[in-house]
């Protein structure tokens, strides 16, 4: 029988470890803010934005809201995150992707301030490694539900700047075999099936079957799609893999709640570690 990996249950003992954190911080006269930027009114960026501001109201850190219309500048939205860099009250910062088309989303992300950018998306974050939400979700996942990662071998399907690169580094780190794979590897299932930890994160609904996958080895899903009858899926095709695996996370409920539950940890470290003057 496999373990299903609960991704909500997890991300809700964090949020409540947030909770006692924060209020700590606020009586010790350190109050966690968090800036949400959002440009335009995509609909799947709303959902986002809307709970990462529920989580913030649940943990007890001050989200300052910033909703800003479609036809925003990249000089505006610049104009903006200087400020809020500038300021002198200790916040995080994040500004919801992706952005309107006149917007270089890079030249955003390596404007906000390396200490307030809770999303770990600025070069000195991603070289640092001590942020980037979903990596860091899925570290939490695999180490709360028991899964040993030293010595073991973990594969990466996909190499984006904000999973899969980011992920195998973190796996490196608590002593994984690290192999990545992507849309140019060659004989990719001979090597996925070697995998004793599997993260996949390629964006396609569903890909990866039974073969893919050594018996009893942990599954990661990344992915979250909605397929034709607007149900939730993955890049996992969760019936075919599930009984071939010791653990797995299922979609919605896995990996999903987990990004949002670091975004909000990332928060409260960054204010703590931020100096009171600027
Ligand atoms: N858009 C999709 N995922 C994310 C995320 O983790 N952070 C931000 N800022 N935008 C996103």
Known sequence: MYQVIDGKKI????????????????????KVALAVIQVGN????????????????????ESLSYELPEETTEEELV?????LNADAGEKGIMVQMPLPEQINE???????????????????NVGALYVSCTPLGIITLLK??????????????????????PMAMLLLRENGTVTICHSKTQDMKEITRQADILVVAIGKPKFVDETYVKEGAVVIDVGIHRNA?????????????????????????GVG????????????????LQKTER
Do not use: W
């Open 11 to 30: 991300s809700q003992e964090i949020k409540d470890e947030l909770k006692e954190k924060a209020a700590a911080m606020a009586k010790g006269g350190k």
């Open 42 to 61: 995509d609909p799947a960026s709303s959902v986002y934005v809307r709970n990462k501001k529920k989580a913030c109201e649940y943990i007890g850190i």
């Open 79 to 83: 104009a903006l995150i200087e400020k």
């Open 106 to 124: 890079e030249k955003i992300i390596q404007t906000i301030s390396p200490d307030k950018d809770v999303d770990g998306f600025h070069m000195q």
């Open 144 to 165: 709360r539900s028991g899964i040993e990662i030293a010595g073991k071998r973990c594969v990466v399907m996909g190499r984006s700047n904000i999973v899969g690169k």
């Open 229 to 253: 009858e607007n149900k939730l899926c993955g890049d996992v095709d969760f019936d075919k893999v599930a009984p071939h695996t010791s653990a797995i996370t299922p979609v919605p409920g």
């Open 257 to 272: 709640p987990m990004t949002i539950a670091m975004l909000m940890y990332n928060c409260v470290e960054a204010v703590r």
